[in-house]
């Protein structure tokens, strides 16, 4: 079969590329092939799997609104290790239908708002942890935040004994696939051995286990003990019910969790602090920011913040530059088809790469720079913009990673005023399957301002 477009590095260099510094690896692709072509990585399909990449806005469009009929979205075998084999993120067909039908709900954006108030309290409080004038990294806090919120939000834990373990525990298991060197191991099966203590993998399943407990524990308690008071994520899990009338089993709530935790820890943290690092290297958008929080009076509920127009484009502009997920998640063509007048044969892996189609000129003129105006001046379809992925796979964390973003830099610039320690460009670096700052975003509080924002207290939507 003739492969589209097909790049000419050996797929085992191409693997290495893709791995260590995946920008280049597609920014060098696409000064052959703009909109589709064939590369060799490994993640997908397993050792050196052909991938068709496109980038092309209607050709996205093809794919993504033919799922289930042209093109099929198969099991992702890289977060099988990971999520489970019962998650969201690795089930396909019936199985994944029902999953999703089963998670929407605790994500509809009437619940969402009611977590407001906590998500505020959680980012004043640890920031109100740290010295003024002394560097901090914001990657390091920003991880700390959405890991709380995870805690409390989603898995609904109160302070305490299980609580501080499964945060250290979770805290370890985020940090171990934290360089490109590490990161390798979700990519390469041969490496996933455990060799004992002492080797990356075998700590990994060891801190798994442990988180095993834990939440296996916390699953069967909450099952004897029902509160229908709760509006934690894991409560509305338990109450749920497919069609059937079938509540999930305590295998598959494991794994849900674990997607949220994985899935909605790192990425968040990652886009909340390209957001910071952005804001406060461009002192007009922080202007402009600051200003339209300012029109707020101090007081405000969850809905007016995450309806700001400027805080919503800066959010945007964000996800753009760098999306947190380079690619949307694998199909296979399932019917012979035809995509941007190349003929694909069923079995073909394609993948939109959510990278170049952010970077594309003819969308986002100099693409390069960071300007939230652009999300006021024009309305971006789906398959024009796309940080979440796109079809039967988006991403289900969707609103509450984007809410949780908007409520963190709120409340953040609202009450305290920071600077960067480092003046120089931060670049990008792969941290896991995410593309993050490659050093940290580097800050400090120069103090704190007069006129604090404070959520109205008791909101529920």
């Not at 394609?350 to 390069?368: A, F, S």
């Not at 024009?384 to 991403?395: A, D, I, L, S, V």
């Amino acid at each position: 079969m003739k492969l589209i477009n097909e790049l000419k590095t050996h797929s085992f260099l191409q693997q290495i590329h893709w791995i260590a510094d995946p920008v280049n690896y597609l920014e060098n692709a696409v000064k052959f092939y703009p909109n589709i072509f064939t590369g060799k990585i490994v993640g997908f399909g397993g050792f050196g799997s052909t991938l068709v990449f496109v980038q092309e806005p209607k050709a996205l469009q093809q794919i993504f609104a033919n799922d289930k009929k042209q093109f099929s979205a198969p099991t992702n075998d890289v977060l099988q290790p990971i999520l489970g084999v019962h998650s969201v993120g690795t089930v396909e067909g019936k199985r994944h239908d029902r999953k999703r039908k089963l998670l929407m709900p605790p994500f509809h954006g009437a619940r969402l708002h009611a977590y407001g108030e906590l998500i505020s309290n959680l980012s004043n409080k640890i920031f109100h942890q740290l010295p003024i004038g002394q560097p901090f990294f914001a990657a390091e806090v920003m991880q700390e935040i959405t890991l709380q919120v995870i805690l409390k939000v989603v898995f609904g834990l109160n302070e305490g004994e299980r609580y501080q373990q499964m945060k250290q525990l979770s805290a370890e298991l985020l940090g171990l696939f934290n360089s490109p060197l590490t990161a390798a191991f979700l990519f390469f099966p041969w490496l996933q051995r455990d060799l004992g203590n002492w080797s990356l993998w075998g700590k990994f399943v060891r801190i798994k286990r442990q988180i095993d407990i834990l939440l296996y524990a916390e699953i069967r308690e909450r099952r004897e003990q029902v509160d229908s008071e709760r509006n934690d994520i894991l409560s509305l899990l338990l109450s749920s019910r497919d069609e059937e009338g079938n509540p999930m089993t305590e295998d598959e709530l494991r794994d849900e969790l674990m997607t949220l935790m994985l899935g909605g820890n790192e990425t968040t943290a990652t886009a909340l602090s390209w957001a910071f690092y952005w804001v406060h290297h461009l002192p007009e958008v922080q202007e402009k920011l600051l200003q339209e929080l300012a029109t707020l009076n101090g007081s405000l509920d969850p809905i007016t913040i995450f309806r700001l127009p400027y805080l919503t484009a800066v959010c945007n502009e964000t996800l753009r530059i760098y999306p947190v997920s380079l690619l949307t998640l694998q199909r296979s063509v399932e019917e012979p088809v035809e995509l941007l007048e190349h003929k694909l044969e069923p079995g073909t892996d394609v993948v939109g790469c959510i990278y170049l189609l952010h970077q594309r000129e003819d969308l986002y003129p100099q693409p390069n720079q960071f300007r939230p105006e652009r999300f006021l001046e024009r309305q971006y379809t789906p398959f024009e913009f796309m940080p979440f992925g796109n079809g039967t796979r988006r991403c289900i964390g969707e609103a509450l990673a984007l809410y949780e973003m908007k409520i963190v830099l709120a409340t953040i610039l609202s009450s305290y005023q920071l600077a960067l320690v480092d003046t120089k460009p931060e670049e990008v670096a792969r941290r896991g399957l995410t593309l993050a700052p490659a050093n940290g975003v580097k800050m400090m509080i120069q103090g704190k301002r007069t006129q604090q924002l404070q959520l109205v207290e008791g909101f529920v939507s």
